[in-house]
């Protein structure tokens, strides 16, 4: 089973950008599609971006659709997220997770402040 480890997170002013990394350890990274999920505050646990095995297809929330890029690099079991723009409403704890068979790390703070 893929484990995954976060990082990147940090407080960053309104329209600035962040890029989150997950390094993945366990066997053929590069067999999963991988997804960014992210929670804020007080909500559920919601869906932000996927890559394909080979990074060729991504996938996108309409929330974070051309402010996010989805990508990966399978010689170093790595995804990142690149956000840009960030907005207040932006601000949770983000995981990436394997799909379909999910694990998931301690996932990483992105605070955005006004």
């Known amino acids: 089973q893929v484990q995954v480890s976060e990082s990147g997170g940090g407080l960053v002013q309104a329209g600035g950008s962040l890029r989150l990394s997950c390094v993945a350890s366990?066997?053929?990274?590069?067999?999963?599609?991988m997804d960014w999920f992210r929670q804020a505050p007080g909500k559920e646990r919601e869906y932000v971006a996927r890559?394909?095995?080979?990074?060729?297809?991504?996938h996108y929330a309409s929330s974070v659709e051309g402010r996010f890029t989805i990508s990966r690099d399978n010689a170093r079991n790595t995804v990142f997220l690149q956000m840009n723009s960030l907005q207040p409403e932006d601000t949770a704890v983000y995981y990436c997770?394997?799909?379909?068979?999910?694990?998931w790390g301690q996932g990483t703070q992105v605070t955005v402040s006004s």
């Open positions: 997770t394997p799909y379909p068979h999910r694990s």
């Open positions: 366990g066997p053929s990274f590069s067999d999963y599609i």
């Open positions: 890559i394909s095995k080979d990074g060729q297809g991504t």
